[in-house]
Nanobody, 125 residues
Framework: VQLQASGGGLVQAGGSLRLSCVVS????????VGWFRQGPGKEREFVAS????????YYADSVKGRFTISRDNAKNTVYLQMNSLKPEDTAIYYC???????????????????WGQGTLVTVSS
């Protein structure tokens, strides 16, 4: 399974970005997917996750109301729409997939099976 994250870049505070994660596996529609981020000098932290159907989503408190996770199973893609960005959102953003059964909300790094390479988001003040 390979994951390709994209969409990062430099944006001013208050701006928006949409990240994409394309998963190269034909059983993608059976996977839960999560987004994590790792800021400078920080540990990787949970951002959001979405169930295989897209019917359940979960968010970190720090992004709730500003970020939206969604998926298009026909395109093997999960999105992270990020609005009202803040300088503290600056980080490398990673997508990850969980195969098989799981207990939501999948907030822990070690619950995931495969990871993408990350995409850098920089928010200037």
């Amino acid at each position: 399974v390979q994951l390709q994250a994209s969409g990062g870049g430099l944006v001013q505070a208050g701006g928006s970005l949409r990240l994409s994660c394309v998963v190269s596996d034909r059983t993608f529609r059976s996977y839960a997917v999560g987004w994590f981020r790792q800021g400078p000098g920080k540990e990787r932290e949970f951002v959001a996750s979405i169930s295989w159907s897209g019917g359940s989503t979960y968010y970190a408190d720090s992004v709730k109301g500003r970020f939206t996770i969604s998926r298009d199973n026909a395109k093997n893609t999960v999105y992270l729409q990020m609005n009202s960005l803040k300088p503290e959102d600056t980080a490398i953003y990673y997508c990850a997939v969980k195969k098989g059964s799981y207990y939501p909300p999948l907030r822990n790094v070690d619950e995931y099976d495969y990871w993408g390479q990350g995409t850098l988001v920089t928010v200037s003040s």
